[in-house]
DNA sequence: ATGTCTGAAGCATTCAGA
């Protein structure tokens, strides 16, 4: 069993490519100083992940990546291990959950698929991939570990977590199944860190690259950060920062960023 | 109704995936 005693920042953004953004990432670190920045789609292999950069403002990363697609990624500026490569339980060819224990909190940094490539084929993989989450949580709450499941989960939990008209019903992302599934997380006793400060405001952490959904403000609430109970009674803060995506050239989704104390 | 972006293959432009 651990327990976390310090004060923590953690901070979880899918960049859509690291290459493509690693300047974004880098004003980021400077300005936020998170203590650990959770990444997904990072569209690369390690060999070409810019490590370096990061490295220059006080950060060590851990890389589990691919080429093209998918691909996730850490940077810490505190010691840590890393616990998992890959989810545990599941075969998964793709580059979609890295995990490490620092300051005595296990953080799961997850990529959930998108479940709407490949037909039915693409769909049921999400839901396996659902239940192997489901299951790694199970696991950890029977350690009794304090841990924190963050990332681009590609879930709206409800119907207050989307712009009316933004996706059309039988999307992957706001399906039954999906959200039962999301549901069935929550029942083990997580906490949706977001939802738990700011149970009904509206908020969005995605708006698609397609004219008029940011301006518009036609977005998607599907990035979250679900902590253990422990971890739950510690969350003092838990917003996307929407400022990162006015920048030139941002990615499709913005930061959401979780305090401890 | 349409609209965008990224990386790959391969060298102009199309495709997949999101």
Redesign the pocket.
Known sequence: MAYCSKRMKITTW?V??????AAHVERFLAVQQPDLLLLQ?I???EP?FPAANFAALGYQSVVLGQ????GVAILSRLPFNVTARGLPGLDDAQARYLEIECESILVGNLYL??????GDA?YAYKLRWMKALRARAAALLEQDHDFMLAG?Y?VCPTDADLAQGTLPPGDALVRPETRAEFRALLWLGLTDAVRALHPTEIIYSFW??????WPRDKGLRIDHALLSPRLAEKLIYALPDREVRNEE????HCPVTIKLD
């Not at 859509?16 to 953004?21: E, G, I, K, Y």
């Not at 080429?67 to 998918?70: C, I, P, Q, R, T």
């Open positions: 899918n859509n490519s690291v290459r493509a953004r789609e569209k690369c292999e070409a080429k093209s697609y998918n698929p998108n479940g709407n490539s490949g693409g681009d590609n698609d690259y397609q004219v008029g959904c050239q941002p990615s499709d």
